[in-house]
């Protein structure tokens, strides 16, 4: 899927308001939130205040997601446990996956090795974006998140959406 | 001025603001003192009660949005008062206590006694920003808010020294109801 269709399938889901901090394999996804005035994109310092902005927005009425590499959902743990599973906010999480292959950067290894256990310990459900299902799985994604009412996150590797 | 002095002053100056509280003595002194369904008592994730405003302000910016933030707190991210002055919603008005320690581990010492936090606030972008130091002054500078133009930062020292006030005792699954229910946002 292109970064055009998936982020037309997100917004056909409601989703308004992209709040995060930007990982290379987002760029064409972003490039696509940034220039569309229908929606709010909001440039983060850190990934826990942008799960911090995507609450606020939530109870303003908005529908948010919260953009982010794997390195900041480190970061965002204790935003995740005592905010938004604390108060049960349904939220949608596109995480990027650095560090998934022995060839990336050596800065991605341990991030990238505990990715999956760290969501699994918090108890996230999550779903990893292949190729062949994008589509399927957004719908998935959402449908939990909204029947759930909690966190639902987005695993994205690079080279899936392009 | 002692910390629910300052809640008290500010609290009967609002009418129907939202209000944010940050985790600790803040939010649990601002559900003893005037509980409402309009506040949002952050209970955890520490330093993000002015993201969480920030949020709302930019959702809603028909509403105006007050966050009660402690010295703590904001230091433990001062990237959002970068975030807060570069998007600059105007209906934003942040107020911080600032006892300069944290007060409820046993009142170790934060860094805001030599850190200007109105300054930062200013160099960050915000349109109006305060420093009070007497109840006069804060009582002055609520009685304002209506004209100042925001997001507006409102830095009160207030005194050190343990403040006893019970947990909130409302459930997060219900203080969250209750919020989006009164902003009229979200079935929840």
Redesign the interface.
């Known amino acids: 899927m292109n970064p055009v269709s998936f982020c037309k399938l997100l917004k056909s889901k409601g989703f308004n308001l992209f709040v995060g901090v930007p990982c290379s394999i987002l760029t064409g996804i972003l490039n696509q939130f940034m220039g569309d005035s229908e929606v709010i994109y909001v440039p983060a310092t850190r990934e826990d205040e942008a799960i911090g902005i995507a609450v606020g927005a939530y109870f303003g009425g908005r529908k948010p997601i919260v953009f982010m590499q794997n390195s900041g959902f480190g970061l965002s743990i204790n935003a995740l446990a005592s905010l938004v599973l604390l108060y049960r906010i349904p939220m949608l999480l596109l995480i990027t996956w650095r560090g998934d292959s022995p060839l990336d950067a050596p800065e991605h290894y341990f991030m990238g090795k505990y990715t999956v256990n760290l969501l699994k310990a918090l108890e996230i459900p999550t779903f990893t974006l292949a190729k062949k299902n994008v589509g399927k799985v957004i719908l998935k994604a959402h449908a939990l998140m909204e029947e759930g009412k909690g966190p639902v996150v987005l695993l994205l590797r690079e080279g899936v959406i392009e | 001025m002692k910390g629910h002095e300052a809640i008290a002053i500010i609290t009967t100056a609002l009418s129907d603001e939202l209000i944010?509280g940050a985790n600790g003595f803040i939010s649990r002194q601002l559900y003893s003192i005037k509980d409402r369904p309009q506040n949002?008592y952050?209970?955890?994730?520490?330093?993000?009660?002015?993201?969480?405003?920030?949020?709302?302000?930019?959702?809603?910016p028909n509403r105006k949005i007050v966050v009660i933030d402690g010295d703590g707190n904001i230091l433990m991210?001062l990237?959002?008062l970068?975030?807060i002055g570069?998007?600059s919603p105007k209906n934003l008005i942040h107020i911080v206590l600032d006892n300069e320690s944290y007060d409820s581990t046993g009142g170790q010492p934060t860094v805001s006694s030599t850190v200007k936090l109105e300054k930062v606030a200013e160099v960050a972008g915000y349109k109006t920003s305060k420093k009070v130091s007497d109840v006069g002054s804060l009582q002055h500078v609520v009685a304002e808010l209506p004209r100042l133009e925001g997001p507006v930062f409102i830095l009160v020292k207030i005194e050190k020294g343990r403040e006893k006030t019970s947990r909130v005792s409302i459930a997060?699954?219900d203080?969250?109801k209750r919020?989006?229910f009164a902003?009229g946002?979200?079935k929840?």
């Open positions: 944010v949002f952050m209970l955890g994730s520490m330093g993000l009660a002015s993201s969480i405003a920030l949020g709302l302000a930019l959702a809603i991210n990237g959002s970068a975030s570069h998007s997060p699954e203080i969250k919020f989006a902003i946002s979200q929840c």
